[in-house]
């Protein structure tokens, strides 16, 4: 299994990204899909999950309307759309894959796959 991200960069504060997560190895149709984030000396943190396999969506109340996940089955990949960038937004971000049906955010002890990350920088 290989979950790869991309689409990581320099955004100016209120500017947008769009992060890639090209999986293969998954049966993907039943994997939660989830993005995460980790700044320097913080914990990784849920940022947003599309639940499989009812695709349901779930975001952490600190992107909510600026954020917005999608996945496509045929392509076996996940986005993570990130507009309005503020500078709390700024670490690394990692995809990750779940075989369960979530009610909200996962916490990382579930996560069954992960990706390496790819780095966001918000600058002020």
């Known amino acids: ?21 090209v999986t293969s190895g998954l049966t993907f149709r039943d994997a939660t899909i989830a993005w995460f ?6 914990e990784r943190e849920g ?14 109340d ?9 996945k496509d089955y045929g392509e076996e990949t996940s986005w993570l759309q990130m507009n309005s960038l503020k500078p709390e937004d700024a670490g690394v971000y990692y995809c990750a894959a779940i075989y369960r049906t979530l009610n ?5 002890s579930e996560v069954h796959f992960w990706g390496k990350g790819t780095l966001v920088t918000v600058s002020s």
Do not use: H, M, N, W
Request: a positive charge; proline letters at 5%; hydrophobic letters at 35%.
């Open 62 to 70: 600190s992107v909510k309307g600026r954020f917005f996940i999608s």
């Open 1 to 21: 299994v290989q979950l790869v991200e991309s689409g990581g960069g320099l955004a100016q504060t209120g500017g947008s990204l769009k992060l890639s997560c």
């Open 104 to 108: 909200g955010l996962p916490q990382s």
């Open 37 to 42: 984030r980790q700044a320097p000396g913080k």
């Open 47 to 60: 940022v947003s999950c599309v639940s499989a396999p009812d695709l349901r969506q779930y975001y952490a």
